[in-house]
């Protein structure tokens, strides 16, 4: 069910009654009030959804836009007592656009495990806010992280005693905001750029699309298919507590070029003194044919300009004059840097200030990226591979096998 902001419903269905929260002119809701409506007499100011009984695989296709939120909740549960019912269960609060849903819609006709109980129920953005659980100790530092679902399942923001580690978020309306400049986004099924968006995979050409030109003036041999097909892309929510989410996205997005199937997965976890991420993909979980791909995963993190930073690779890849890895492996130079590394020690970030003033990366990942080019910020991306793997070698994920790294974040 979608309303447009101020309109009213678009259409109706045969959901008669669904239960929403009062909205204030202001957009901040009345907490406890929520009633039964009439859908075909509501009028909203914001963009809203209110969608009953989902079906999970159909939720991860339409979530796509911040335009408008989507509230899921169980009719059943409505009718069983007891408190017992709504406890550690995870809240299914999405953001989707206004699409057009009928009635005969699969997202209408089947019970959700993870649906939101009446009664219960918050309105909600695209972002899941974790925080660490209370802590008898005092001295430890309050710990919140942003996850948004609807721009990659980035980190958002990390913020340990209101000090945010990332660079700002920027302003959701601003069309010009650069999707891939700021939070710690996920990359899969592929890292870095890949040359021209091609490779061959089992005899058989691949195509991506290409959303990176490293020229800036249109030259053929500078675009590239860069980061993956899920950095931008919309993820749900498989499991949530108050400190960990997991979080699922298919690699196969619209427009892609991607043909492999495939779905990437993550857990966040946020502790008093640390971030763990655990990034995997896998092939499809119901796939009939659930052929091997190739694949590469990482992380891009926009860290806050470091003052110093503690980095000791073993190797560094020689790049070519389009700026891609040739495969060669030479002595590390000195910095800047815009380079991939080979790396199996931990990173530190070094800060002149009181609070935090060291960030320290660590990960199963032997291969690290770092960009320290621009003045408000420094990359420094843990990934199981190069830039351009599938075009040199790369990791094989397949039903039996999937690809899994960590990145863990302490300070």
């Known amino acids: 069910m979608v309303w447009s902001g101020g309109a ?3 259409r109706s269905t045969a959901l008669s009654c669904v239960a929403v929260e009062r909205e204030l002119t202001d957009n901040e809701y009345r907490s406890p009030a929520t009633r039964l409506v009439d859908v075909a007499q509501r009028e909203i100011h914001d963009a809203l959804a209110v969608v009953e009984n989902p079906k999970p695989p159909d939720l991860v296709r339409q979530l796509v836009s911040l335009r408008g939120r989507v509230i899921v909740r169980n009719t059943d549960e409505d009718t069983q007592s007891g408190s017992d019912r709504t406890r550690n269960k995870p809240l299914t609060v999405a953001c989707l656009s206004a699409l057009h849903l009928g009635s005969n819609h699969p997202l209408h006709q089947t019970s959700h495990p993870h649906s939101l109980p009446g009664r219960r129920f918050e309105t909600m953005s695209s972002t899941v806010r974790l925080v660490t659980t209370s802590s008898p100790d005092p001295t430890e530092p309050t710990v919140a992280v942003d996850v948004d679902l609807a721009h990659g399942g980035r980190l958002a923001q990390i913020t340990v005693s209101d000090l945010p580690l990332l660079t700002d978020v920027p302003d959701s309306l601003n069309p010009d905001v650069d ?17 021209g968006g091609r490779f061959r995979w089992f005899n058989a050409d691949h195509r991506l699309r290409l959303n990176h030109d490293d020229s800036g003036v249109g030259a053929a041999d500078h675009q590239h298919a860069m980061h993956g097909t899920v950095l931008d892309a919309a993820w749900i929510i498989d499991e949530q507590t ?21 779905v990437a997965h993550q857990r966040i976890e946020v502790f008093d003194r640390q971030l763990r991420c655990d990034l995997s993909v896998t092939v499809s979980a119901h796939s009939d044919h659930a052929l091997p791909f190739p694949a590469e995963i990482g992380w891009h993190p926009w860290w806050r300009k470091p003052d110093s930073l503690s980095f000791h690779p073993d190797a560094m890849y020689e790049r070519d004059t389009v700026g ?27 800060y002149d200030r009181p609070l935090v003033p060291n960030v320290t990366l660590s990960s199963d990942c032997d291969h690290w990226v770092v960009y320290d ?31 899994r790294r960590t990145m863990t974040v302490g300070w």
Request: charged residues 10%; neutral net charge.
């Open 179 to 195: 999707t891939f400049g700021w939070g710690s986004y996920p990359m899969a099924p592929w890292a870095g750029r890949l040359r």
């Open 373 to 403: 080019h621009p003045r408000r910020a420094t990359c420094v991306e843990p990934q199981s591979g190069p830039p351009n793997a599938f075009n040199m070698r790369s990791q094989i994920v397949t039903a039996t096998r999937p690809l």
């Open 8 to 10: 009213g419903p678009t």
């Open 324 to 350: 891609l890895p040739t495969g060669q492996l030479v002595a590390p130079s000195a910095p800047p840097w815009d380079d991939c590394f080979v790396n199996t020690a931990p990173v530190t970030l070094h």
């Open 242 to 262: 108050e400190s960990t989410v997991t979080i699922s996205c298919p690699l196969d997005q619209p427009d892609s070029g991607w043909t492999l199937g495939g």
